[in-house]
């Protein structure tokens, strides 16, 4: 439950659309339902502005299915993150609206319109690594960021990025998504002002030592602003993001308003 459904329960009870009873027995399940198997948080929205995500990896079709119809009740634009063709298809038989974004393995459930605020930059070094980018640039889309996609600029074609210079820099945050040795995020990381948040991928040979090399790299970077999520840790890296870019965002409009009374 959010904010704004917190306040329509309470308008009921004061208008008599609803009895105490009937309010109380719904406050009961606000914080928290309890499924047997999951505990689903209904309260995270209201503490963070986003329901609460579930990660499907290692969860049964049934168990997908249930924690779906229990947050669907109570909230929109839910996000089930590594979500394969066949959970998709299993949430879409429970009658929830959703819509699938298979290239991020993500599912939007109840998916509703979002003001999009800020700016922030996805990159990805290589067509390879696209799959984890879009698990960040779907997260972020959804929690209702502007996304700039910035894909296959990798180092070892440097002009490539270097032609996209001008969109980078005017990212609130840039999500950098690499594998291999994971140097496009350090080279990010000299070119801006923002923050850059490094996603070493499990992209590449076997001395990559599937993502740890190019974790290893990011985190002994040489650009002062790069900080690094876990491998292939889209998600995290577009939730980081969010936070950001909407406080830099929140800030910049507060820094227009001040403006704009000192010239009044």
């Known amino acids: 439950m959010d904010e704004n459904s917190l306040r329509k329960l309470l308008e009921e009870v004061r ?13 009961k399940k606000l914080p928290f339902e309890d499924l047997g198997f999951a505990r689903v948080d209904n309260h995270r929205c209201m503490r963070t502005g986003v329901p609460e995500v579930i990660f499907c990896q290692g969860k049964t079709i049934s168990q997908i299915r249930g ?5 669907a009740k109570r909230h929109a634009n839910i996000l089930a993150t590594r979500a394969g063709q066949e959970v998709f298809e299993a949430i879409r038989e429970t009658g929830v609206e959703s819509e699938y974004h298979e290239m991020a393995r993500i599912v939007v459930i109840r998916p509703q319109p979002v003001e999009k605020i800020g700016n922030i930059a996805v990159v ?7 799959p984890v980018a879009e698990e960040a640039a779907v997260t972020a889309d959804v929690l209702g960021n502007r996304v700039k996609r910035i894909y296959d600029v990798g180092v070892a074609g440097i002009h490539r990025l270097i032609d996209v210079c001008d969109d980078l820099l005017q990212a609130n945050v840039a999500v950098v998504v690499a594998g291999m040795e994971g140097a496009l995020a350090s080279v990010v990381g000299g070119l801006v002002s923002c923050p850059v948040i490094g996603v070493p991928t499990s ?31 889209g998600f995290g890296a577009g939730y980081q993001a969010s936070l950001i ?15 704009e009374v000192e010239a009044g």
């Open 203 to 233: 992209v590449g040979y076997g001395a990559s030592f599937g993502g740890i090399a190019a974790l290893l790299s990011m985190l002994n970077s040489c650009a002062s602003g790069v900080s690094v999520v876990n491998i292939d840790n």
């Open 67 to 71: 924690i779906v119809e229990a947050l």
């Open 124 to 130: 990805s070094a290589g067509t390879s690594d696209i």
């Open 245 to 259: 870019n909407k406080r830099a965002a929140g800030m910049t409009h507060k820094s227009d308003a001040h403006a």
């Open 15 to 27: 208008n008599g659309a609803i009895d105490l009873d009937g309010a109380l027995y719904r406050l």
